[in-house]
């Protein structure tokens, strides 16, 4: 009996530990790919200028004043584990307006909820490629919006200050950074797990040398 309860504690152990290297690959990946997607935007912003001519995107035509985000961010707290208290968890709400701020608010609330299941039951993976762009489409981003009408509206609202006609590139430099922005939330989320598995590896550390 006593053999039997030290094999599953050891097993526990050892899923632990592999579940906090996972989540460190996991982060690194992420990263690099956040450097790929801001070097691309920084290219794209680069040629747009080029080609529109440095007078029309300039720093000098964007709006300062003091207005309400269109993006925000919201930080909730799960008690993942009984060891481990309050894992805060990022939700990225895009494209909020007073028009689609009911259904941005329910797409957030869904977001929030997939991302506490994945927390709850969070597995080893195996990182292909084609399961990582899986994990990565759906880590943060949740699904996809319903009022792709009302969103483009306002990316091209974003642009406008830039003209009536923008170059292509302006619009994919645009998307880049929205999406190293989604990555970015996907970093502190993938942050947060590596944190809360560390804490319970250091834990058991602990309490074996004890």
């Known amino acids: 009996m006593m053999d039997e309860q030290q094999r599953q504690q050891q097993e526990v152990k050892e899923e632990n530990l592999l579940h906090f290297l996972d989540s460190v690959d996991g982060y690194l990946t992420l990263m690099d790919s956040l450097s790929s997607t801001l ?7 680069a040629s747009a200028r080029h080609s529109m001519g440095a007078s029309r995107i300039n720093g000098v035509l964007l709006d300062l004043k003091v207005h309400s985000a269109d993006t925000s961010l919201k930080v909730s707290r799960y008690d993942v584990d009984d060891s481990i208290d309050n894992q805060p968890t990022f939700v990225l709400r895009k494209w909020v307006s007073s028009d689609n701020g009911e259904h941005s608010s329910e797409e957030a609330k869904h977001r929030e ?55 292509p590139r302006l619009r994919a430099s645009q998307l880049s950074f929205e999406t190293g922005l989604e990555t970015l ?9 590596l944190l809360s598995t560390f804490d319970r590896v250091h834990k058991e550390l602990e309490d074996s040398k004890g």
């Open 39 to 45: 070097r691309q935007g920084w290219l794209e912003l």
């Open 185 to 193: 939330v996907e970093i502190a989320n993938m942050r947060s797990t």
């Open 113 to 167: 909820d997939k991302l506490h299941t994945t927390s709850d039951s969070q597995q080893l993976r195996n990182r292909g490629g084609s399961q990582l762009s899986e994990e990565k489409a759906s880590a943060t981003t949740g699904t996809p919006f319903t009022h792709d009408d009302e969103v483009q509206k306002m990316r091209s609202k974003s642009l406008s200050v830039f003209g009536g006609l923008v170059s």
